[in-house]
């Protein structure tokens, strides 16, 4: 667990100068390093040590924190009652009795579930698990992990049990150092370093800048990249996975912006769009993240915040803002890249060209965005893709089922990253199977997940005959620019 | 005994199920001067759309026909077709009650039920007692066996009331110029005793939980659709033909608690207590009718709690070959384009299954409509969780107001001999409330 602070807060907390606390840090008696946006970083075991030398309370504890009278009094409680392994009560498990004892048993879930059966993993008895206090089981093996959280057990669920939530928190309750693959060193890289993968700001700028000249050369005369600019009505963050891998991709929203006449910027620093606290199950993290985009959004002091694009990320980010930084909501707005783009197509602000794209073209509801999005946020943007697409392609069709009911890509959850392949591919066959039978020969996707594991994956292991664009990306390709 | 109001020896029974009949029946023939308070034009509710019953699997018509005849015909039994109770004032022993009575623009004394109107009228509608699976004319009579035995218009649907001057066929063919299109109905204002609620329930309705596809695939019906289409008056005439094309159905599979035990989908959290039974009987009934029918139940667990309700289910698994599959299914997807519907589940080995269907039959609970609900607040009695009255285990047919009582699926659902035996249940207890003024109201018979 990471505790992020500014050198100032941490002096005003304990009553010292600041050059205290630096001279603390230099001689390694706080044991901080260096973060970005002059932010240090510190375990937080680290930060409660130094509290109790100080005689101090930790002025913020983590989710996982248990305090010590807590601690003392569990093992008293402990030493009267014989310890067992079944009986969830004592359990970690058992804190949320949304689930586990509602349960049925029906297999509503296991039914939906389009990897339920594969290596023993079957929702209906993870629950059960749960409610028998089986964690020790249950943090130990894959499953949470190979589950996608697309939730689309949960939404058939007759009795509303919260079976994501418990995934969720099984992947939280999982060491750190046994996360799979490089989901927790991606959450440690962004907290250290403002991004997943580590890409310096010099270089990242440079990269902007450049491919900032590449457009106004091809299509967008006079187009600058806009760095940091004060005062922009909108803050973007970026998907890190774009400027390391596929930096052109980018140009889709720029191009966009472009022709809307956008006052838009990006910031140089904490600029990730990503956000694997998410997947990882650690609220800390998730929540630091975040905290940034707020600082950005006042340093910058732009007046809307274009919610990350990525499924997860919009999750995540309007999670965090509405559990986290409530106060933030007040001093800005946020949007989705829907309600962007529509305000755009509605207002006449872009003109598109529908015969670019005749093919037979489906839309692909993300999970975060469809039914996640819905449970959450009481908001879903089911109407809202399927209105760009019929205003970017003549022919749309539609894969069943879709909307609420629709089924995952696969590679929900951090799936993408995760090291079960196999799994992934498995889960995508209905997918497949869906878009085969609309005869889709394109097919939309609104999210960096689910547009890979279309494009890249499922293409090749299901021999689809289709084109997958990102919703951006068709609405850029539709572009009539003036002129 | 001063302060004892004057009790009236007379009782109102609303609802005209199988359930408000029996109590009806009961109550005339100990004594007591009954008014039959129905909604629609003709009594014999939700039991006159079945095929056949459970555990017996005789059929419906053939036993509740008699008892609607009865009805009828009984001297202390007066039937008020198309009425609502609209207000109930008084205590428990002498109530009085507004009963609303709709137009029937039919006049009920001089129509002789030739059905000539019906044959001439050219507007065309759905068809309620077909459970929407046929059409009846805007000019019609509920069903052939209907008591009381009289057509009826619908202002609705008929093009005459809608735009006046217009059509007015009917009138023109009707020998017994029963025709009155300038019926207003009634208002009745009537003294009783008691009140005995026995207004029923409707099936769910499917269509808003989107995930079973009922309303967007025409082979996904629901269990009283597919009662129709079992029944020999039914659309088909009692040929298992599947609504897309026509095509015979050769497999056949009922999904269990469609809008029951489902706080998610519906927000009805009990059990319906009588889909498990009416699912075996239609997937035996359906196999009797189409020899070498495959038909598979998916349920989360069978509740057969009645006499001989268990081993009718053992008998349908093991002589009639009826597959039942332990899983609760998720949704219905539409297997390419011809109509055929698959299901995606998970078997007792925790394995994925697929498999495809000719129909998929939803087995829908039971819930109180909205006007029922309306009843029971003009009547101020309490209903408990799921919107059914309230009731004590000790005293089955009381609600919570003195002189009034509950019977059949009103007061929680349940099979047709359970109904029965509330209904008399009910006619005794308010004939135990009601003992000394018997024989004030009844008419008797004087033969010279």
Same mark, same amino acid.
Request: glycine share 8%; proline share 5%; aromatic share 8%.
């Given at each position: 667990?990471?505790?992020?602070?500014?050198?100032?807060?941490?002096?005003?907390?304990?009553?010292?100068?600041?050059?205290?606390?630096?001279?603390?840090?230099?001689?390694?008696?706080?044991?901080?390093?260096?973060?970005?946006?002059?932010?240090?970083?510190?375990?937080?075991?680290?930060?409660?040590?130094?509290?109790?030398?100080?005689?101090?309370?930790?002025?913020?504890?983590?989710?996982?924190?248990?305090?010590?009278?807590?601690?003392?009094?569990?093992?008293?409680?402990?030493?009267?009652?014989?310890?067992?392994?079944?009986?969830?009560?004592?359990?970690?498990?058992?804190?949320?009795?949304?689930?586990?004892?509602?349960?049925?048993?029906?297999?509503?879930?296991?039914?939906?579930?389009?990897?339920?059966?594969?290596?023993?993993?079957?929702?209906?008895?993870?629950?059960?698990?749960?409610?028998?206090?089986?964690?020790?089981?249950?943090?130990?093996? %894959?499953?949470?992990? #190979?589950?996608?959280?697309?939730?689309?057990?949960? &939404?058939?669920?007759?009795? @509303?049990? $919260?079976?994501? !939530?418990?995934?969720?928190?099984?992947?939280?309750?999982?060491?750190?150092?046994?996360?799979?693959?490089?989901?927790?060193?991606?959450?440690?890289?962004?907290?250290?370093?403002?991004?997943?993968?580590?890409?310096?700001?010099?270089?990242?700028?440079?990269?902007?800048?450049?491919?900032?000249?590449?457009?106004?050369?091809?299509?967008?005369?006079?187009?600058?990249?806009?760095?940091?600019?004060?005062?922009?009505?909108?803050?973007?963050?970026?998907?890190?996975?774009?400027?390391?891998?596929?930096?052109?991709?980018?140009?889709?929203?720029?191009?966009?912006?472009?022709?809307?006449?956008?006052?838009?910027?990006?910031?140089?620093?904490?600029?990730?769009?990503?956000?694997?606290?998410?997947?990882?199950?650690? %609220?800390?993290?998730? #929540?630091?993240?975040?905290?940034?985009?707020?600082? &950005?959004?006042?340093?910058? @002091?732009? $007046?809307?915040? !274009?919610?990350?694009?990525?499924?997860?990320?919009?999750?995540?980010?309007?999670?965090?803002?509405?559990?986290?930084?409530?106060?933030?909501?007040?001093?800005?707005?946020?949007?989705?890249?829907?309600?962007?783009?529509?305000?755009?197509?509605?207002?006449?602000?872009?003109?598109?060209?529908?015969?670019?794209?005749?093919?037979?073209?489906?839309?692909?509801?993300?999970?975060?965005?469809?039914?996640?999005?819905?449970?959450?946020?009481?908001?879903?943007?089911?109407?809202?893709?399927?209105?760009?697409?019929?205003?970017?392609?003549?022919?749309?069709?539609?894969?069943?089922?879709?909307?609420?009911?629709?089924?995952?890509?696969?590679?929900?959850?951090?799936?993408?990253?995760?090291?079960?392949?196999?799994?992934?591919?498995?889960?995508?066959?209905?997918?497949?199977?869906?878009?085969?039978?609309?005869?889709?020969?394109?097919?939309?996707?609104?999210?960096?997940?689910?547009?890979?594991?279309?494009?890249?994956?499922?293409?090749?292991?299901?021999?689809?005959?289709?084109?997958?664009?990102?919703?951006?990306?068709?609405?850029?390709?539709?572009?009539?620019?003036?002129? | 005994?001063?302060?004892?109001?004057?009790?009236?020896?007379?009782?109102?029974?609303?609802?005209?199920?199988?359930?408000?009949?029996?109590?009806?029946?009961?109550?005339?023939?100990?004594?007591?001067?009954?008014?039959?308070?129905?909604?629609?034009?003709?009594?014999?509710?939700?039991?006159?759309?079945?095929?056949?019953?459970?555990?017996?699997?005789?059929?419906?018509?053939?036993?509740?026909?008699?008892?609607?005849?009865?009805?009828?015909?009984?001297?202390?039994?007066?039937?008020?077709?198309?009425?609502?109770?609209?207000?109930?004032?008084?205590?428990?022993?002498?109530?009085?009650?507004?009963?609303?009575?709709?137009?029937?623009?039919?006049?009920?004394?001089?129509?002789?039920?030739?059905?000539?109107?019906?044959?001439?009228?050219?507007?065309?509608?759905?068809?309620?007692?077909?459970?929407?699976?046929?059409?009846?004319?805007?000019?019609?009579?509920?069903?052939?066996?209907?008591?009381?035995?009289?057509?009826?218009?619908?202002?609705?649907?008929?093009?005459?009331?809608?735009?006046?001057?217009?059509?007015?066929?009917?009138?023109?063919?009707?020998?017994?110029?029963?025709?009155?299109?300038?019926?207003?109905?009634?208002?009745?204002?009537?003294?009783?005793?008691?009140?005995?609620?026995?207004?029923?329930?409707?099936?769910?309705?499917?269509?808003?939980?989107?995930?079973?596809?009922?309303?967007?695939?025409?082979?996904?019906?629901?269990?009283?659709?597919?009662?129709?289409?079992?029944?020999?008056?039914?659309?088909?005439?009692?040929?298992?033909?599947?609504?897309?094309?026509?095509?015979?159905?050769?497999?056949?599979?009922?999904?269990?608690?469609?809008?029951?035990?489902?706080?998610?989908?519906?927000?009805?959290?009990?059990?319906?207590?009588?889909?498990?039974?009416?699912?075996?009987?239609?997937?035996?009934?359906?196999?009797?009718?189409?020899?070498?029918?495959?038909?598979?139940?998916?349920?989360?667990?069978?509740?057969?709690?009645?006499?001989?309700?268990?081993?009718?289910?053992?008998?349908?698994?093991?002589?009639?070959?009826?597959?039942?599959?332990?899983?609760?299914?998720?949704?219905?997807?539409?297997?390419?384009?011809?109509?055929?519907?698959?299901?995606?589940?998970?078997?007792?080995?925790?394995?994925?299954?697929?498999?495809?269907?000719?129909?998929?039959?939803?087995?829908?609970?039971?819930?109180?409509?909205?006007?029922?609900?309306?009843?029971?607040?003009?009547?101020?009695?309490?209903?408990?969780?799921?919107?059914?009255?309230?009731?004590?285990?000790?005293?089955?047919?009381?609600?919570?107001?003195?002189?009034?009582?509950?019977?059949?699926?009103?007061?929680?659902?349940?099979?047709?001999?359970?109904?029965?035996?509330?209904?008399?249940?009910?006619?005794?207890?308010?004939?135990?409330?009601?003992?000394?003024?018997?024989?004030?109201?009844?008419?008797?018979?004087?033969?010279?």
């Amino acid at each position: 667990m990471m505790y992020e602070f500014k050198v100032s807060e941490m002096a005003e907390e304990f009553g010292v100068h600041r050059n205290t606390i630096r001279n603390w840090i230099n001689a390694g008696t706080l044991a901080a390093k260096e973060g970005p946006g002059r932010k240090y970083l510190m375990k937080f075991e680290d930060y409660q040590e130094l509290c109790e030398k100080f005689g101090r309370k930790p002025h913020i504890r983590p989710n996982s924190h248990v305090d010590l009278e807590t601690v003392k009094s569990l093992e008293q409680k402990n030493s009267e009652l014989p310890v067992i392994e079944l009986g969830g009560a004592l359990q970690k498990m058992y804190d949320d009795p949304k689930w586990a004892d509602a349960c049925l048993t029906c297999g509503t879930c296991a039914s939906a579930c389009p990897i339920a059966g594969v290596d023993g993993l079957d929702p209906r008895k993870i629950v059960r698990m749960a409610f028998l206090g089986m964690q020790r089981d249950l943090i130990a093996s %894959d499953w949470p992990w #190979k589950c996608t959280m697309c939730a689309k057990c949960e &939404n058939v669920c007759p009795a @509303n049990i $919260e079976i994501m !939530l418990l995934m969720r928190k099984l992947r939280s309750l999982r060491p750190r150092d046994l996360v799979p693959g490089p989901i927790h060193k991606g959450v440690i890289t962004c907290l250290e370093r403002g991004n997943n993968l580590g890409i310096p700001k010099e270089d990242f700028i440079a990269l902007l800048e450049g491919l900032g000249h590449e457009l106004a050369e091809e299509s967008c005369p006079g187009f600058v990249t806009p760095i940091d600019l004060h005062g922009a009505r909108i803050l973007v963050q970026v998907n890190s996975k774009e400027p390391f891998a596929e930096p052109d991709d980018l140009k889709w929203w720029w191009k966009i912006f472009y022709a809307a006449q956008e006052s838009w910027t990006i910031s140089s620093e904490n600029w990730e769009g990503v956000n694997w606290g998410l997947f990882s199950g650690d %609220d800390e993290s998730m #929540k630091t993240v975040v905290g940034r985009i707020v600082d &950005n959004m006042r340093r910058l @002091n732009c $007046e809307v915040l !274009l919610l990350p694009e990525s499924g997860h990320s919009y999750y995540a980010t309007r999670y965090g803002l509405n559990r986290w930084y409530p106060d933030a909501l007040k001093e800005f707005k946020i949007c989705t890249l829907f309600d962007l783009l529509l305000k755009y197509i509605n207002e006449g602000r872009i003109q598109l060209d529908k015969r670019r794209h005749p093919q037979k073209t489906a839309y692909h509801d993300p999970c975060n965005y469809g039914r996640k999005s819905l449970k959450a946020f009481g908001k879903d943007y089911f109407e809202g893709g399927r209105e760009i697409l019929r205003a970017c392609c003549t022919d749309v069709v539609e894969m069943e089922p879709n909307r609420q009911t629709n089924y995952c890509c696969g590679a929900g959850g951090g799936a993408w990253a995760m090291p079960f392949a196999a799994e992934r591919i498995y889960f995508g066959r209905m997918k497949a199977r869906q878009i085969n039978e609309s005869e889709a020969e394109l097919v939309i996707a609104s999210c960096h997940g689910c547009r890979d594991q279309l494009k890249k994956s499922l293409i090749q292991e299901y021999n689809l005959d289709i084109e997958v664009k990102y919703l951006w990306e068709l609405v850029a390709d539709s572009l009539v620019l003036p002129g | 005994m001063l302060n004892e109001p004057i009790k009236v020896g007379s009782v109102m029974i609303v609802g005209g199920g199988i359930t408000g009949m029996q109590a009806a029946l009961d109550l005339a023939d100990a004594g007591y001067f009954v008014y039959l308070v129905e909604k629609s034009g003709a009594i014999g509710g939700a039991m006159a759309q079945l095929d056949k019953t459970f555990p017996t699997n005789d059929c419906s018509m053939c036993i509740l026909a008699p008892k609607m005849v009865e009805c009828g015909r009984h001297l202390n039994i007066k039937i008020l077709t198309l009425s609502e109770v609209t207000r109930i004032i008084g205590t428990a022993g002498n109530f009085r009650v507004t009963v609303q009575e709709k137009p029937r623009y039919v006049d009920v004394d001089r129509c002789i039920a030739c059905g000539i109107c019906t044959e001439k009228c050219p507007k065309s509608v759905e068809n309620e007692y077909d459970a929407s699976t046929g059409k009846r004319k805007a000019i019609f009579v509920k069903y052939a066996q209907a008591v009381p035995l009289k057509y009826q218009i619908d202002p609705e649907s008929c093009l005459r009331l809608k735009k006046p001057g217009a059509c007015g066929i009917c009138e023109d063919v009707c020998v017994a110029q029963a025709i009155r299109f300038d019926d207003e109905g009634k208002v009745h204002e009537l003294s009783v005793g008691a009140l005995v609620l026995a207004p029923g329930f409707e099936a769910f309705d499917p269509t808003g939980a989107g995930v079973w596809g009922y309303g967007k695939f025409p082979n996904v019906i629901t269990s009283l659709q597919l009662e129709r289409f079992l029944s020999a008056t039914g659309p088909t005439d009692g040929r298992l033909l599947r609504p897309s094309d026509g095509k015979p159905v050769r497999k056949i599979a009922f999904l269990q608690c469609v809008g029951s035990r489902d706080e998610n989908r519906c927000g009805n959290g009990y059990c319906s207590s009588v889909c498990c039974m009416y699912a075996i009987k239609e997937a035996v009934v359906s196999k009797q009718h189409v020899p070498g029918l495959s038909a598979a139940i998916y349920y989360m667990d069978m509740r057969t709690h009645g006499k001989d309700f268990d081993a009718y289910m053992e008998k349908a698994k093991s002589e009639d070959g009826v597959r039942f599959v332990r899983c609760r299914v998720h949704g219905v997807e539409p297997y390419s384009r011809n109509g055929d519907l698959r299901l995606h589940y998970i078997n007792e080995e925790g394995r994925q299954m697929e498999e495809l269907f000719d129909m998929v039959v939803l087995s829908v609970g039971l819930t109180t409509p909205d006007h029922v609900k309306d009843l029971a607040e003009v009547a101020g009695i309490q209903l408990s969780v799921g919107n059914f009255a309230s009731t004590s285990d000790f005293a089955p047919a009381n609600t919570s107001k003195e002189g009034i009582f509950a019977c059949g699926a009103f007061s929680g659902p349940k099979s047709i001999p359970q109904c029965v035996v509330e209904g008399s249940a009910a006619a005794a207890a308010v004939s135990a409330k009601l003992a000394s003024v018997r024989g004030d109201m009844n008419k008797v018979r004087n033969f010279p």
